[in-house]
């Protein structure tokens, strides 16, 4: 069982930059794989970036050259670092950790971003 608590979030303007956090709890931390993901009003939840065990990194287009996902095993913690933050950046952010079958979410954290 892998319980994620993410924050971070908050109100920015148009331009600013934010770091999420998300905490893991648990054993064994490292062997997952660790992606975060968002959903604004009205919309589907949609992948946003990846960081596997190994330390591969993967991101959707949209956030590409302006997001960075990276992991501190140690800490039990990955962290999404946001820059030039555009208002359809506006949405919940949520941590998922993955290793076969099992997937665990967290509860999410709100980014707004203003224009």
């Known amino acids: 069982q892998v319980q994620l608590v993410e924050s971070g979030g908050g109100l920015v303007q148009s331009g600013g930059s934010l770091r999420l956090s998300c905490a893991a709890s648990g054993s064994l931390i490292s062997i997952y794989d660790m992606g975060w993901y968002r959903q604004a009003p009205g919309k589907q939840r949609e992948w946003v970036a990846i960081i596997t065990s190994g330390g591969s990194t993967n991101y959707a287009d949209s956030v590409k050259g302006r997001f960075t996902i990276s992991r501190d095993n140690p800490k039990k913690t990955v962290y999404l670092q946001m820059n030039s933050l555009k208002p359809e950046d506006t949405a919940v952010y949520y941590c998922?950790?993955?290793?076969?079958?099992?997937?665990?979410w967290g509860q999410g954290t709100q980014v707004t971003v203003s224009s």
């Open positions: 998922k950790s993955s290793w076969l079958k099992y997937d665990y």
